[in-house]
């Protein structure tokens, strides 16, 4: 008699607790709220902007696992999915944590531009692209990508051609506009 009560206790607490996470879940993902974070991740730069379970990550630093760290503190533990990263040029301070991020989540779509870099950074990241299974953009001028219904991102620069002779990577980067609603972030 003991038993029977305290089995279905526990399959009643159990029920309950897992009632509680899944709508904890549901709701949490369920957001309409655009979010633009800059992550602080020493030198170099990532910007995660995140709606409900949908994020684009742009850049990464140098330092993967300091990346991975700050993406843990503000992608749920069972999100393992970047919609879109963007690598803003091929700098070791802005795709050096990238590597990291392809290899510990599913990434459907990269975007960067035609810039390439002699270095083992660049190597190393074109060896994680070409081992997901990720869509590939080249980042141009009047490229839209329509984030979720009320977000689209437009990549305003680089025009069509790159100068191979450019002394810096810096002046082929990414620059993209981000609408949503009434609001914009370039």
Do not use: C
């Amino acid at each position: 008699m003991l038993n029977r009560k305290l089995i279905y206790g526990l399959l009643i607490f159990l029920f309950t607790t897992s009632l509680i996470f899944g709508l904890v879940i549901f709701y949490s993902s369920a957001s309409g709220e655009l979010k633009v974070i800059f992550l602080d991740i020493g030198q170099g730069d990532a910007i995660l902007i995140s709606q409900g379970k949908n994020q684009i990550l742009i850049d990464g630093g140098r330092d993967g696992k300091i990346l991975l760290e700050k993406l843990g503190e503000k992608i749920p533990f069972w999100d393992r999915q970047i919609e879109i990263v963007i690598a803003t040029h091929p700098d070791q301070d802005h795709i050096g944590g990238l590597i990291n991020v392809l290899q510990s989540y599913k990434v459907n779509s990269i975007l960067e531009t035609k810039a390439e870099s002699t270095s083992q950074t660049y190597k190393a990241w074109k060896e994680a692209v070409s081992k997901e299974d990720a869509e590939n953009i080249e980042a141009k001028k009047n490229l839209s990508i329509k984030f979720s219904n009320d977000a689209i991102a437009n990549i305003l620069f680089p025009a069509d051609s790159i100068d191979t002779n450019s002394k810096s990577n810096n002046e082929h980067s990414v620059v993209l506009k981000l609408d949503f609603g009434e609001n914009s972030f370039l």
